[in-house]
């Protein structure tokens, strides 16, 4: 069973960028499918990203697609998410999990994109 520690959020202008990273432990985590999910407040988790186990056949949803690159280093266990060009509407608690997610959720990391 994974665990994950998410960080690298903030307060961004709109148009700003931010990089996100997931620390991973667990010892399986180099055959598993990874995403980033985002929740925003009053809505439901979503799935924003996914990257495959060798780090190709990514994946984005609609709304983030041509702003954010996710990645990951199965050598160090985590995850990236770059998001450039954010817009309000990007405001969020932004976490990594499997895909599907399984497990335990970490805390998150905020996300605020605002002038």
């Known amino acids: 069973q994974g665990q994950f520690v998410e960080s690298g959020g903030g307060l961004v202008q709109p148009g700003g960028s931010l990089r996100l990273s997931c620390a991973a432990s667990?010892?399986?985590?180099?055959?598993?499918?990874m995403g980033w999910y985002r929740q925003a407040p009053g809505k439901q988790r979503e799935w924003v990203a996914r990257?495959?186990?060798?780090?190709?056949?990514?994946a984005y949803a609609d709304s983030v697609k041509g702003r954010f690159t996710i990645s990951r280093d199965n050598a160090k266990k985590t995850v990236l998410l770059q998001m450039n060009s954010l817009k309000p509407e990007d405001t969020a608690v932004y976490y990594c999990?499997?895909?599907?997610?399984?497990?335990?959720w970490g805390q998150g990391t905020q996300v605020t994109v605002s002038s």
């Open positions: 999990n499997k895909v599907p997610p399984r497990g335990s």
């Open positions: 990257v495959g186990s060798s780090g190709g056949s990514a």
């Open positions: 667990g010892s399986i985590f180099s055959i598993n499918v």
